[in-house]
């Protein structure tokens, strides 16, 4: 197995691996050092299927069940509940239409984000493996947030390094205007702390752990905070911290969202069909104490 | 006068003119013609006081009353109706406190917009005198929506040609979480969306140029949460450094932009131990940009 850098210093592309077939505790070991080195792999022509897909990711923890799963109605689910369907597509395989509730859901996508950020451990890895992609479209771009930390001058350096966030989903989709997540779900759009500087607990580099699912800073007023972080995330995103990956087919691409944000990019939704299924690595530690009220519920 | 331009086609710096005093026809031609060819002009050394400077504004047109003079109350307001104020100070010359609701709500300037696009019929110039500056930060930075037009590629024109959104002033304040109750109730119905057009026409250059504003909630006949993630990708698109101009402001600095074809937003600053007085009297516009909704 080979990981050489693309065009990006955060990315590595790797080579010389099946990853369908089970892996030997070195080559597992061989791709988590390649994780801390770059943040984003890329693997080329791995044709997984669901079941592969998660036990190619249990190699790296234990996979968590998505959001949007824990929401459904079961009789609504396709596939198991670990594995998040990134999808234009319904149960029964016919484009979502302008208005389905779920592609309104979906689009918060759109915004950088670090994935279950609204959880109180956050997640780990993200596996993304590419089934169908469309023509045009539909990239997935990536930041990386170690780069993002370092570029701050030392006076902004100060002023996050202790600074405690507020993450919901239902900020992130609050602010596309979209907040019907029916009936009993109230309780699992309720926000969770993170620190805004994080260290990473290999490398120990430090990066900011910013997300679209932020709402607030614990003690500051609110639009001051969401100013403060729009600002961060601007600087964060730049161009130079910047990568695109652009889908074929078979594509495996793992990300750490520890040190990543990612964004999902616009393509013809209604026209063309996508279809791309997530695993995640849960997170192993909080990154800061929850709220008394919240760590209760 | 003599206009030096700042990059090609966007921004330039005029030297060789009072504009505290009573200008000349031709002069006044000459600063329009800046401005269609420039879009925002930089003027340095112009000691404005409030009646000086709406007396050289009214040479552009007729003065829009301030929204934030307009919805607050008349014994909490520092300057005249036609002058917007735009400091960090309150109606005693003291600096707002943290949790100050104009202060809070005066973070929504932070975000791109182009002035008074909440109103059926939006702002042309807007001139703003700086008349106390911080020691650092606060800058205002202008983004050109001609040229950020003109890189868009052919698809998204031609997607965008004829679509109308939806500004209010509720949007781009909600966003940040200040709430639209916090303008109190005698203000609620200024708040209603206005609609124009996405791409607007230059009257006197017939160049076309992106109308965005963080004003912009909707686009009609569009599911909202797709209006405004496209609205937002459009926005990031049209505010890349190469269309960006960041203007570092000395006292008695005025800047003239046209918010048909900029957008603008101001940058943070300490703001809670360091003044910052600016004043900004604007010039409406003659025509509204698509048919308004009728009343419900």
Not at chain 1, 45 to 72: H, I, P, W
Not at chain 1, 108 to 118: M, Q, Y
Not at chain 1, 180 to 197: F, Q, S, T, W
Request: charged residues 25%; aromatic residues 8%; contains cysteine.
């Amino acid at each position: 197995m080979q990981i050489a850098p693309v065009t990006a210093s955060f990315v590595g592309e790797v080579s010389g691996i099946d990853i369908s077939a089970p892996l030997s505790s070195a080559q597992v070991a061989a791709i988590e050092a390649g994780m801390d080195r770059y943040a984003i792999l890329v693997f080329h022509d791995q044709k997984l299927t669901d079941e592969q897909q998660c036990a190619f990711s249990r190699n790296f923890g234990e996979l968590e069940v998505t959001l949007y799963g824990q929401m459904m109605k079961p009789s609504e689910r396709r596939g198991p509940p670990e594995i998040g369907t990134i999808t234009n597509l319904d149960a029964v395989g016919q484009f979502r239409a302008r208005d389905d509730n779920r592609r309104m859901y979906g689009l918060g996508n759109r915004l950088w984000h670090s994935d279950a950020s609204f959880r109180a451990v956050g997640a780990g890895y993200s596996l993304l493996s590419a089934r169908v992609v469309p023509r045009v479209g539909g990239n997935t771009e990536y930041a990386d947030m170690r780069a993002a930390y370092d570029a701050l001058d030392d006076k902004t350096k100060a002023e996050v390094e202790d600074l405690v966030t507020e993450h919901s989903i239902a900020f992130s989709r609050g602010v596309l205007g979209f907040d019907d997540y029916g009936e009993g779900n109230a309780d699992k759009v309720l926000p969770v702390r993170h620190r805004l500087v994080r260290t990473h607990p290999v490398t120990g580099r430090k990066s900011l752990f910013l997300s679209a699912h932020i709402g607030g800073i614990v003690g500051w007023p609110v639009p001051e905070a969401r100013a403060f972080i729009r600002d961060l995330t601007e600087q964060a995103t730049q161009p130079e911290f910047r990568y695109a990956h652009q889908w074929r087919v078979n594509d495996l691409v793992m990300w750490d969202n520890r040190m990543t944000m990612h964004r999902a990019r616009r393509y013809h939704d209604l026209q063309e069909a996508r279809d791309l299924r997530r695993t995640s690595i849960k997170g192993t530690g909080l990154t800061a104490e929850q709220a008394p009220a919240l760590a209760a519920a | 006068m003599n206009i030096t331009p700042l990059s090609p086609d966007f921004g330039g710096e005029v030297s060789g003119i009072d504009l505290t005093r009573p200008l000349t026809p031709s002069q006044v031609a000459a600063i329009e013609a800046g401005m269609d060819r420039f879009a925002v002009l930089v003027f340095h050394e112009q000691h404005f006081d409030d009646d000086t400077q709406l007396a050289f504004s009214r040479n552009f047109g007729e003065l829009e009353i301030s929204s934030g003079g307009e919805m607050a109350r008349p014994e909490e307001r520092r300057l005249k109706l036609e002058m917007a104020d735009i400091s960090n100070l309150d109606r005693n010359g003291a600096m707002r406190a943290k949790d100050d609701t104009v202060r809070l709500g005066s973070l929504g300037n932070r975000l791109w917009h182009s002035d008074a696009s909440f109103r059926a019929v939006p702002a042309k110039y807007s001139l703003l005198s700086a008349r106390v500056v911080p020691g650092s930060g606060g800058n205002t930075e202008f983004a050109d929506m001609r040229a950020s037009y003109e890189a868009l590629d052919a698809a998204t024109q031609a997607e965008i040609e004829d679509l109308v959104t939806e500004h209010s002033n509720v949007y781009s304040r909600e966003v940040i979480g200040f709430p639209k109750e916090a303008y109190g109730a005698h203000n609620q119905d200024k708040l209603r969306p206005v609609r124009h057009r996405l791409v607007r026409t230059h009257p006197v250059t017939g160049r076309k140029s992106l109308y965005l504003s963080a004003h912009i909630g909707s686009i009609v006949g569009w599911p909202v949460p797709e209006a405004r993630a496209f609205i937002r990708d459009l926005t990031e698109h049209a505010t890349q450094r190469q269309f960006v101009h960041a203007h570092v402001w000395r006292p008695w600095d005025l800047v003239i932009w046209d918010n048909r074809t900029t957008m603008h937003r101001a940058r943070r600053y300490d703001d809670l131990r360091e003044v910052r007085d600016m004043r900004r009297s604007t010039i409406r516009g003659d025509a509204m940009t698509a048919p308004q909704q009728e009343a419900a």
